[in-house]
């Protein structure tokens, strides 16, 4: 495959794209068996989500649906207080679904505890989460995360949907940025 004209800006390649494949028809295939027969939605948080969104849903052999939340934590500066805004609301009514939550990185697990006892208020069914990576050494609440893609050290990671300013979601592989992009000079 072409060299990605980012390259240059990666220290590290820390999962590459054909791991993150693997692990995700893994998943697919988990989701697929203990939702037998029934039709998940499967919620999206934007916008870090849509990549793994857009592969986990084609290993999943069931007919499900899919919506997007998407959501602003509230805090100052680096720590975040837990407390979120719904930016953008779901659109499908969740009472009595079988609902999975599907996340690109879970890091102190704030928003999505809040988000969990927001979406719990709903009725679903069911509520579990899909994450394709978890920071453990940097969790601050006990979440139960059902699938999980991958443990990461507590690095700041970018690719397959995780940014840095905004910019580096389209990396197709999970990498660490050289100390010189965070512009410290
Ligand atoms: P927390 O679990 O409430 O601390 O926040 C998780 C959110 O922080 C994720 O959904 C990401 O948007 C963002 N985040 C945490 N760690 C990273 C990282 O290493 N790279 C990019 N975004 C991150
Ligand atoms: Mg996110």
Same mark, same amino acid.
């Given at each position: 495959?072409?060299?990605?004209?980012?390259?240059?800006?990666?220290?590290?390649?820390? %999962?590459?794209?054909?791991?993150?494949?693997?692990?995700?028809?893994?998943?697919?295939?988990? %989701?697929?068996?203990?939702?037998?027969?029934?039709?998940?939605?499967? %919620?999206?948080?934007?916008? =870090?989500?849509?990549?793994?969104?857009?592969?986990?849903?084609?290993?999943?052999?069931?007919?499900?649906?899919?919506?997007?939340?998407?959501?602003?934590?509230?805090? /100052?500066?680096?720590?975040?207080?837990?407390?979120?805004? %719904?930016?953008?609301?779901?659109?499908?009514?969740?009472?009595?679904?079988?609902?999975?939550?599907?996340?690109?990185?879970?890091?102190?697990?704030?928003?999505? /505890?809040?988000?969990?006892?927001?979406?719990?208020?709903?009725?679903?069914?069911?509520?579990?989460?899909? /994450?394709?990576?978890?920071?453990? /050494?940097?969790?601050?609440?006990?979440?139960?995360?059902?699938?999980? =893609?991958?443990?990461?050290?507590?690095?700041?990671?970018?690719?397959? =949907?995780?940014?840095?300013? =905004?910019?580096?979601?389209?990396?197709?592989?999970?990498?660490?940025?050289?100390?010189?992009?965070?512009?410290?000079?």
């Amino acid at each position: 495959m072409k060299m990605s004209s980012m390259m240059p800006d990666v220290q590290e390649v820390l %999962i590459p794209s054909d791991e993150i494949q693997a692990k995700l028809r893994e998943l697919g295939t988990r %989701i697929t068996t203990d939702y037998r027969g029934e039709k998940p939605l499967l %919620i999206g948080i934007l916008r =870090g989500a849509i990549v793994v969104m857009g592969d986990l849903m084609r290993n999943i052999d069931l007919q499900c649906e899919i919506d997007f939340m998407d959501i602003s934590s509230y805090g /100052s500066g680096t720590s975040s207080s837990g407390v979120v805004r %719904i930016l953008k609301d779901l659109e499908e009514d969740i009472t009595g679904r079988r609902v999975l939550i599907v996340e690109d990185i879970i890091d102190t697990g704030l928003t999505l /505890s809040y988000l969990l006892r927001s979406l719990q208020a709903r009725k679903p069914a069911s509520l579990e989460i899909c /994450s394709l990576l978890s920071k453990p /050494s940097r969790r601050r609440v006990d979440l139960d995360v059902k699938y999980l =893609g991958f443990e990461v050290p507590d690095e700041f990671v970018v690719g397959y =949907g995780l940014d840095y300013a =905004g910019a580096y979601r389209n990396l197709p592989d999970i990498c660490i940025l050289k100390p010189e992009v965070f512009g410290g000079a």
